[in-house]
Nanobody
Framework: QVHLVESGGGLVETGGSLLLSCEASGSFYRINDMGWYRQAPGKQRELVAVITRGANTNHADSVKGRFTISRDNAKNIVYLRMNSLKPEDTAVYYC???????????????WGQGTQVTVSS
């Protein structure tokens, strides 16, 4: 089982910055892909950014140039640096990890509880 703890959300003005963190703990062999998703009221959950264990990244077009995903493999932490925030970035942000359990051949999908990000205009 993998437990994810997110932190760093909050209220910020347009143009401001936030740093989200998500730490994975529990019983697993290895954390592979880590990512951030978001869900705004009345909308579907969407991918924000994903990073492989080898640090290859993919960012949604809507956040390219403003958000940066990174990770610390030794600590099993994934970060999302969010700059130049806009009101349309307001959403609940969820951490997602793909974890490999000891002795198994496939990854399992785990989600954090979500952290609210609100950008005021």
């Amino acid at each position: 089982q993998v437990h994810l703890v997110e932190s760093g959300g909050g209220l910020v003005e347009t143009g401001g910055s936030l740093l989200l963190s998500c730490e994975a703990s529990g019983s697993f062999y290895r954390i592979n892909d880590m990512g951030w998703y978001r869900q705004a009221p009345g909308k579907q959950r969407e991918l924000v950014a994903v990073i492989t264990r080898g640090a290859n990244t993919n960012h949604a077009d809507s956040v390219k140039g403003r958000f940066t995903i990174s990770r610390d493999n030794a600590k099993n932490i994934v970060y999302l640096r969010m700059n130049s925030l806009k009101p349309e970035d307001t959403a609940v942000y969820y951490c997602n990890v793909q974890a490999r359990r000891t002795g198994e051949l496939r990854d399992y999908d785990y989600w954090g509880q979500g952290t609210q990000v609100t950008v005021s205009s």
